[in-house]
């Protein structure tokens, strides 16, 4: 059974920093496209990054460019979300997903629906 667990969330201040994992297990996922979305209290839940099955491509939200960084280790099954300068409005709680298509390709998936598996989120908190 697929099963995926963020991890690393929590309170931080302004400005400061924070690391999320995604640790799947029940198989593989190296070379499928995986993705954190996020969603805040009163609102939809929103694409932040997606990273391609070969790991070579990726995807930011524009509020998050140039703050957050998400990268995977295929070794280790996990992906991760290197949120820095973090602000107020990144108050959510966080969510990983991946896809159950096999794509070792560039390409990116930005859509909710077009992911299959989802981990149960993890609440990053930032206080001004």
């Known amino acids: 059974q697929v099963q995926l667990v963020e991890s690393g969330g929590g309170l931080v201040q302004a400005g400061g920093s924070l690391r999320l994992s995604c640790a799947a297990s029940g198989r593989t996922f190296s070379m499928y496209p995986m993705g954190w979305f996020r969603q805040a209290p009163g609102k939809e839940r929103e694409l932040v990054a997606a990273i391609s099955g070969n790991g070579r491509m990726t995807s930011y939200a524009e509020s998050v460019k140039g703050r957050f960084t998400i990268s995977r280790d295929n070794a280790k099954n996990t992906m991760y979300l290197q949120m820095n300068s973090l602000k107020p409005e990144d108050t959510a709680v966080f969510y990983c997903?991946?896809?159950?298509?096999?794509?070792?390709?560039?390409?990116?998936?930005?859509?909710?629906?077009?992911?299959?598996?989802w981990g149960q989120g993890t609440q990053v908190t930032v206080s001004s």
């Open positions: 997903a991946v896809r159950k298509y096999y794509s070792p390709t560039y390409e990116i998936w930005e859509r909710q629906d077009e992911y299959n598996y």
